[in-house]
């Protein structure tokens, strides 16, 4: 009884770990893109010429923190479905 006792607290602070990862992430993925596009509203608006060479630059940081939120969603998802801490646990209560 003792290793499912251990394997649902597993199960449930696993639970509450990956929603933080995607909640937190989501957070902060939309907080950094809202800055960086309010900076280059505010860059187009100083300097309109500077524009398409600022556009570029936006776009591919756009790119890499929707990036770094993904890894983030697959880490969590890995843990979901694939958890090693619960193998772990049951190798240990054979």
């Known amino acids: 009884m003792e290793t499912i006792q251990a394997l649902a607290m597993v199960q449930?602070?696993?639970?509450?770990?990956?929603?933080?990862?995607?909640?937190?992430?989501?957070?902060?993925?939309?907080?950094?893109?809202?800055?960086?596009?309010?900076?280059?509203?505010d860059g187009a608006a100083r300097q309109p010429e500077l524009m398409p060479a600022l556009q570029g630059k936006v776009f591919l940081l756009m790119g890499l923190i929707d990036a770094s939120f993904i890894?983030?969603?697959?880490?969590?998802?890995?843990?979901?479905?694939?958890?090693?801490?619960?193998?772990a646990i049951l190798a240990a209560g054979q």
């Open 71 to 87: 890894i983030g969603v697959g880490l969590a998802m890995m843990f979901a479905f694939a958890n090693p801490l619960a193998g």
């Open 12 to 41: 449930a602070y696993t639970g509450i770990g990956i929603g933080l990862i995607i909640g937190l992430g989501a957070a902060g993925a939309c907080i950094g893109v809202a800055i960086m596009c309010s900076s280059f509203l």
